[in-house]
C-alpha cells in the first residue's frame, strides 16, 4: 500500500500489518459486514418494537446530534414510516440539551 509514513504507522498502531486487511479496512464490502443479530439486545430491541407497532404504541425514537445518532434516527424513522409505525423522532440540541 502507497501512503504516507504517518498513516502506515497509525494503522500499524491499530493492528492493521497485513496488506490484505488493510485494504480490507480501507475499501470495505457489503459482504464484510457482521449480522447485526449477534449484537446484544438486537433481537430483543427488534422484538418490542415489532410487539409496539402491533399494539400500536407510541415509539420514541432518541436519536443525537452526532452523525451516527442523526444516521440512526433517520434510518429507523424511514423504517417505521414504511410499517406505518405511531412514532416520534427527537434529537436534542447540543446548545440547548447540553453536551453528554
Known amino acids: 500500500m502507497s501512503s504516507s509514513p504517518l498513516f502506515s504507522r497509525i494503522l500499524e498502531l491499530r493492528g492493521f500489518t497485513d496488506p490484505q486487511k488493510i485494504d480490507d479496512f480501507l475499501n470495505p464490502a457489503l459482504g464484510q459486514l457482521k449480522d447485526p443479530f449477534q449484537m446484544k439486545g438486537v433481537r430483543e430491541a427488534c422484538d418490542r418494537i415489532g410487539e409496539a407497532i402491533r399494539q400500536r404504541e407510541k415509539i420514541l425514537i432518541h436519536g443525537d446530534y452526532d452523525v451516527d445518532g442523526v444516521t440512526g434516527a433517520a434510518i429507523l ?5 414504511i410499517l406505518k409505525a405511531d412514532f416520534q423522532c427527537f434529537l436534542p440540541d447540543r446548545a440547548g440539551d447540553g453536551y453528554g
Open 77 to 81: 424513522s424511514r423504517t417505521l414510516r
